[in-house]
């Protein structure tokens, strides 16, 4: 268990291939932390940097305060998940949770049940005499696992460990590897391109974009109080939903005007929109935030283009002078397409977005 | 009663399990008839005389010869020790190219221009860069490490320092082969499992004998009998360098009594010869793959 600190890290990998711009990180111990991003942001750079796979370009990592940026991997006091799992094939799955520990000149007695706790633990403890040729991928996953974990690891570094297993596979595995960290309380940090994976597992969530970090923060964080547009669209199944509005305001009233329709707010409690007073802005609203009302009541109707049934609930798709408004309503909601529903927003739930800078902006009595 | 069509016809599985001996029919057809029948003929004729009748004749020539005793010892020493440095050699050259440093792949172009040489350009190149007045002693004088009066008598030397001077010859020839056998290797081995090795807790030394060559052992097992095979057969060069009966191998003597002296008896003990050297080369072969364990790991797959 460990605290881990990254500062000012960065990898440039060629002229113009930036890996990691920038990345400032501290770790406290025994959390588990994801880091969440689009394909190529720099996540599985990252990953190697800490783990001393690869070289840094400037900056430094510290491991309970410890300077190991120059320190080979063996001695980090560090273990790995790789995304293809990367276990030895020439080895049984004995051997290759006891590689490190054989390594480590530890008796055989004690290996020998190291390895058996291990194996037990991630659900592979009959399988030990196999050869990985002979598991399914899930096994091969459960193998890479209990390597990774036999060492017991002072940062224990996960890379899109499980995306792949299939989806189900992937859901149990999920709350497998959560109450594996409960137990063995070690640092972690994962890595994943999946919002619902990262929201579901995270004590903490990294947002990384295009070799920087956009936003760090718990999963409530993300969710309700995203750090920009980017955030606010990519946390979130459907994403939110960005309306472009003008906004007037009078100290007795707010008019947020859409082309499409005008949003009216009490000023109280969104006194910052002020100076943002005849510019436009970005409404951001998640889907559970467009709320089906009676048109008396509605800011705008519209008909209805799809429904998407999900069981515990329905999405419903508009579409709204050209751009897909996506909502949830409840199951037992009586919707179909061709309907005209109307709509009006949760308020108190709204994200508002500098339309130049794409950022966020803060009220003073956001929800907690 | 009627017939189904599936009674009629073979099951789909059994029709599944002919589909690769169909396949390779055609193969083995043509290796019956341009490669077994000659074969069987070569075979057969060792066992005759000159007039035509059975006898063991040609074999008893052979082994009372002390020449074969000596084409075979030379033989099995330029086995060993050139297939053990190149692979030595080949395979040091393979890990530093895998690393992918800048510049390695002009050096793999430049590596692999002995393997493009024929052997007989190979022979005519080392034969006359070795001669007294070749360009190896003009380089080393143009230079001034020598001067005329301590000239190399490279081919004039002593029966060990001919061997040598082959197997180094022979290495120069192939390690660019056996070194792209062993690359290509490494390169489908993968780069994670090695970094797997280093995170959990290994040096690069125990990486390399822990991971690599052990998941290499394929690859090798292929090189080293591709390599084995055709340095038993190793005679173009010799021959080129100091003629025939300098430095008796093997197959230059099966090419020395076959084609040289002329006779049909001579012609005879050259098959007979060469039989034998068909099967030493399958018994080194079959020898090796014994050693190196390549014959369990299949029976472990297979039971
Ligand atoms: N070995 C490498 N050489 C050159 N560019 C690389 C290398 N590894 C990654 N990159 C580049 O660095 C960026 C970040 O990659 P990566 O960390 O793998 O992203 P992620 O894991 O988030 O998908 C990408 O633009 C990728 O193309
Ligand atoms: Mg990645």
């Known amino acids: ?368 | 009663m009627t017939i189904t069509k599936s009674q009629l016809s073979l099951s789909r599985e059994t029709r599944k399990k002919m589909v690769p001996y169909l396949l390779i029919a055609p193969v083995v057809i043509y290796y019956s008839m341009f490669w077994l029948f000659p074969v069987i003929n070569a075979v057969s004729e060792s066992f005759k005389n000159v007039d035509g009748v059975w006898t063991f004749s040609n074999y008893i020539h052979i082994f009372k010869d002390p020449v074969f005793y000596t084409a075979l010892s030379n033989t099995a020493f330029l086995v060993i020790f050139s297939v053990t440095i190149e692979f030595l050699l080949a395979f040091g050259l393979a890990l530093l190219i895998n690393k992918k440093f800048k510049g390695s792949s002009i050096f793999l172009f430049l590596a692999m221009i002995p393997m493009a040489l024929p052997a007989v350009a190979v022979g005519a190149m080392w034969s006359s860069g070795l001669a007294t007045r070749g360009w190896l002693n003009s380089f080393l004088m143009t230079f001034g490490f020598i001067d005329d009066a301590s000239k190399f008598l490279f081919l004039a030397g002593g029966k060990m320092s001919t061997l040598w001077l082959i197997i180094i010859i022979d290495a120069w020839t192939v390690i660019p082969f056996v070194m792209i056998i062993l690359l290509a290797g490494l390169q489908g081995i993968g780069e994670d499992v090695r970094e797997a090795g280093a995170i959990f807790g290994g040096t690069k030394f125990q990486i390399l004998r822990k991971i690599t060559i052990p998941m290499l052992k394929p690859t090798i097992t292929t090189a080293m009998i591709l390599r084995i095979i055709s340095a038993i057969q190793i005679w173009l060069i010799i021959v080129m360098l100091f003629g025939f009966n300098r430095l008796p191998v093997l197959l230059e003597q099966v090419v020395l009594n076959y084609d040289q002296l002329g006779a049909e008896y001579f012609e005879r003990i050259g098959l007979a010869l060469s039989v034998l050297v068909a099967i030493i080369v399958s018994a080194a072969a079959i020898l090796y793959l014994k050693v190196s364990g390549s014959f369990e790991k299949e029976e472990k797959e297979n039971g």
């Open chain 1, 1 to 368: 268990m460990a605290t881990l600190e990254l500062v000012d890290l960065a990898k440039r990998f060629s002229k113009k291939v930036w890996g990691v711009k920038k990345m400032d990180l501290e770790v406290n111990e025994k959390e588990f932390i994801v880091l969440l991003g689009p394909s190529g942001c720099g996540k599985t750079t990252t990953m190697r940097m800490i783990a001393g796979l690869e070289e840094v370009t400037r900056g430094t990592i510290l491991l309970d305060g410890n300077d190991i940026t120059d320190i080979p991997s063996r001695n980090r006091g560090i273990s790995m998940v790789f995304q293809n799992y990367a276990i030895w094939p020439h080895m049984s799955v004995y051997e290759n949770i006891a590689f490190s520990l054989k390594l480590k000149k530890m008796p055989a007695a004690e290996i020998k049940q190291r390895v058996q706790e291990t194996a037990d633990m991630v659900k592979i403890g009959e399988l030990l005499k196999r050869l990985p040729g002979q598991l399914s991928g899930g096994q091969q996953q459960r193998v890479a696992l209990a390597r990774a974990l036999a060492v017991r690891p002072r940062l224990f570094l996960m890379d899109e460990p499980l995306s792949n297993l299939d989806a189900k596979l992937r859901v149990i595995m999920r709350t497998e590897l959560k109450a594996i960290h409960q137990k063995t309380e070690a640092t972690s940090i994962f890595v994943t391109h999946d919002q619902s994976e990262a929201m579901s597992m995270a004590d903490r969530i990294v947002i990384m974009k295009d070799g920087v970090i956009v936003q760090i923060g718990t999963p409530d964080d993300v969710y309700f109080r995203s750090a920009n547009m980017f955030v606010a669209g990519f946390i979130g199944t459907p994403p939110s939903n960005f309306f472009t509005v003008k906004c007037i305001y009078n100290n007795d009233k707010i008019a947020l005007e859409h082309s499409q329709f005008t949003l009216d707010l009490d000023p109280k409690g969104f006194e910052e929109l002020k100076e943002y007073n005849g510019k436009e802005i970005v409404i951001g609203a998640r889907p559970e935030d467009l709320l089906v009302v009676p048109d008396s009541e509605a800011v705008f109707t519209e008909e209805i283009l799809v429904v998407e049934p999900q069981g515990s609930h329905q999405v419903v798709a508009l579409n709204l002078s050209e751009t897909i408004v996506k909502m949830i309503v409840s199951a037992e909601a009586k919707v179909k397409p061709g309907d005209n529903i109307g709509l009006n927003f949760n308020r108190k739930r709204l994200h508002f977005f500098n339309k130049e800078t794409e950022d966020r902006i803060h009220l003073k009595n956001e929800v907690e």
